[in-house]
């Protein structure tokens, strides 16, 4: 089982992004899938899940502006961050159980 997340990077307030998680080992549309994130120097903390069947749900602080999303023929998992605030700024994993990729680092900074 392996999770590599991408599409990380720098971009300004009010600015998007959209994550990448490719999965490998394992379906991801048979099980709930999450991404977390670790800001700067604080614990882990949950953004974003998606079911089995494809219901979604998101932390307070991102609803409304991000959104989760599964491609079950590639096998990925995807965040799509738009009005990004610089408190977003974090390592973003994509997450199955116990099992985390490698992060990647989102700066929301201008």
């Known amino acids: 089982v392996q999770l590599v997340e991408s599409g990380g990077g720098l971009v300004r307030p009010g600015g998007s992004l959209r994550l990448s998680c490719a999965a490998s080992g394992f379906t991801i549309s048979d099980d709930a899938m999450r991404w977390v994130r670790q800001p700067p120097g604080q614990g882990l903390e949950w953004v974003s899940g998606?079911?089995?069947?494809?219901?979604?749900y998101y932390a307070d602080s991102v609803k409304g502006r991000f959104t989760i999303s599964r491609d079950d023929a590639k096998n990925m998992l995807y965040l799509l961050m738009s009005n990004l605030k610089p408190e977003d700024t974090a390592i973003y994993y994509c997450?199955?159980?116990?099992?985390r990729g490698q992060g990647t680092q989102v700066i929301v900074s201008s």
């Open positions: 998606i079911t089995s069947g494809a219901e979604t």
């Open positions: 997450a199955k159980d116990n099992i």
